[in-house]
């Protein structure tokens, strides 16, 4: 009996964009299975509500086999035991994100001996979409098409009506 490769990739995915998607892509070809974990950030405000986020992730994946979405709160480390996975997925576009990532993969395993983080190099094309970009190219009233897919950038259009 083989082993399951399991992998989560955590994040706030507020909203999710193409770069992500490429990652989970990526990550895909590497595991049996892919949790994507969405989660707050207490740092940040968020655009989307977790029950939002959660929503588009699992229907922009809908159709990727191996995927599963799940909300996780506190330490990561912990939702990685609880999920029996030993695998980190990390999204790197630049430099700069190596740094903070490199420093958390070391946080992790030190907390836990067993974890790996795998960084995984985002498309170029995609090396400059941040979810914080995408909100504030919508908030200008700018076109996002190209950044997220079709029915992440209704749900953006949508609650920037609502607000108005």
Do not use: W
């Not at 986020?53 to 996780?72: A, G």
């Not at 909100?135 to 920037?160: D, E, S, T, W, Y």
Request: charged share 25%.
């Amino acid at each position: 009996m083989s082993v399951k490769r399991i992998a989560v990739y955590p994040g706030t995915f507020d909203p999710i964009t193409l770069g992500h998607l490429d990652v989970i892509d990526r990550a895909l070809k590497m595991f049996d299975l892919v949790i994507v974990a969405v989660t707050d950030n207490s740092e940040k405000k968020s655009f989307f509500s977790i029950q939002e986020r959660l929503q588009l992730v699992s229907k922009v994946c809908k159709n990727r086999p191996r995927i599963k979405v799940e909300f996780f709160s506190g330490l990561l480390v912990d939702f990685m035991k609880q999920k029996q996975a030993q695998i980190i997925v990390r999204g790197l576009r630049e430099l700069s994100d190596f740094e903070f990532e490199f420093q958390q993969a070391v946080m992790n395993r030190k907390m836990n001996p067993v974890l790996d983080t795998v960084f995984v190099m985002t498309d170029p094309k995609y090396f400059y979409v941040s979810s914080s970009m995408v909100r504030q190219i919508a908030f200008l009233h700018g076109n996002i098409n190209m950044f997220v897919p079709k029915l992440v950038n209704l749900a953006i259009q949508r609650k920037l009506k609502a607000k108005i």
